[in-house]
């Protein structure tokens, strides 16, 4: 009886020893994971933020060439109309003139 009680025993012991292996073991592989899953997000976050500081860049290039654009578009309309003005304005102070006498 003794025997087998000693053999309990040791069974027991084992399994306590390899319970606690395998908590060690889980614990080392949760930490590794942990540590890979922080080193993956840390990699995004910089590639995100690289991304967008790109996007923002190129925003910001189209945005000023827009309004560079524009400011060309209304620099050469108002020059027009001064030109039209200047070689008209005669024509239309007559016509204004003319139509503030009749009416």
Do not use: C, F, P, W
Not at 61 to 82: F, K, P, V, Y
């Amino acid at each position: 009886m003794d025997l087998i009680v000693d053999r309990l025993s040791a069974i027991e012991q084992s399994a306590s020893r390899i319970l606690a292996a395998a908590t060690q073991e889980k614990e080392r592989l949760k930490a590794a994971s942990q540590a890979e899953m922080d080193a993956y997000d840390d990699r995004i976050d910089g590639e995100t933020k690289q991304r967008l500081s790109a996007l923002q860049k190129n925003l910001e290039e189209r945005m000023q060439e827009a309004l560079a654009r524009d400011r060309r578009e209304a620099e050469g309309t108002q020059a027009r109309m001064e030109a039209d003005y200047e070689a008209r304005h005669e024509i239309l102070a007559d016509q204004i003139l003319k139509q503030v006498i009749k009416g």
